[in-house]
């Protein structure tokens, strides 16, 4: 069955903090991995990494690939309370544009 | 803002009715699939369709169903409602990049269906 793992599932910090949120995977056939940002409503595009070891760097963010191992990481650094959010991580796989779903890291920053 | 449109923004309604949710997908994708997450819940795969076909199904109950029309907005029925139907459904959009790229999938804001 083609699954994704994420975690923790939830993670209380305070501002400042770095965090690293994890993201493994079982699927047939690996295209992409994904991050998406979900805050109140729509999750929002973060990243998309579809080969090893090519860190990809957004601000604060930023995201590696591993696909030896099956697995990515999420940093943050210098978390914000505007971070808080759930992060969520998916993979697309096969040919169809399939896409599998983690259940998403709760992340919480306080000030 | 992702491009993709989704209707009703909220919507409350009584068990046993029917509804219908609708979405218009970003200019230019094909793909139209729709997701329920309930409160604390991930998210749930319902069912794909690309360019008016049905492509793949996930976990969508048999009092639901959905259809993408020519110009490719797509419309997801719910009936005989529940109150364990209450949930926010997303509509999402992709467009194929062709078998060496990977896609993204883009998310509009979501109906929010109550069940009372």
């Known amino acids: 069955e083609d699954k994704v793992v994420q975690s923790p599932l939830s993670l209380v910090v305070h501002e400042g903090d770095t965090v690293t949120l994890n993201c493994s995977y079982e699927v047939t056939n690996f295209r992409s991995l994904l991050w998406y940002k979900q805050e109140k409503k729509a999750p929002t595009f973060l990243f998309m990494l579809t080969s090893s070891g090519i860190e990809k760097k957004s601000g604060r963010l930023s995201s590696i690939l591993d696909k030896k191992e099956l697995f990515s990481i999420l940093n943050i650094t210098a978390t914000q309370t505007g971070d808080s959010a759930i992060y969520l991580c998916?993979?697309?796989?096969?040919?169809?544009?399939?896409?599998?779903f983690g259940p998403g890291t709760r992340l919480s920053v306080l000030p | 803002d992702s491009g993709v449109t989704q209707t009703p923004k909220h919507l409350i309604t009584a068990t046993g009715q029917r509804v219908t949710l609708r979405c218009s997908p970003r200019s230019g994708d094909l793909s139209v699939y729709w997701y329920q997450q309930s409160l604390d819940q991930g998210l749930q795969f319902l069912i794909q369709?690309?360019?008016?076909?049905?492509?793949a199904k996930g976990n969508i109950l048999e009092r639901f169903s959905a259809q993408q029309f020519p110009d490719l907005h797509s419309e997801l029925n719910l009936s005989s409602l529940e109150l364990g139907d209450s949930a926010l459904y997303f509509c999402?959009?992709?467009?194929?990049?062709?078998?060496?790229?990977?896609?993204?999938?883009?998310f509009g804001e979501g109906s929010w269906l109550t069940v009372v």
């Open positions: 369709y690309y360019n008016g076909e049905e492509r």
């Open positions: 998916a993979v697309e796989y096969l040919a169809g544009q399939n896409f599998v």
């Open positions: 999402a959009s992709s467009v194929e990049q062709g078998k060496i790229a990977g896609n993204t999938i883009y």
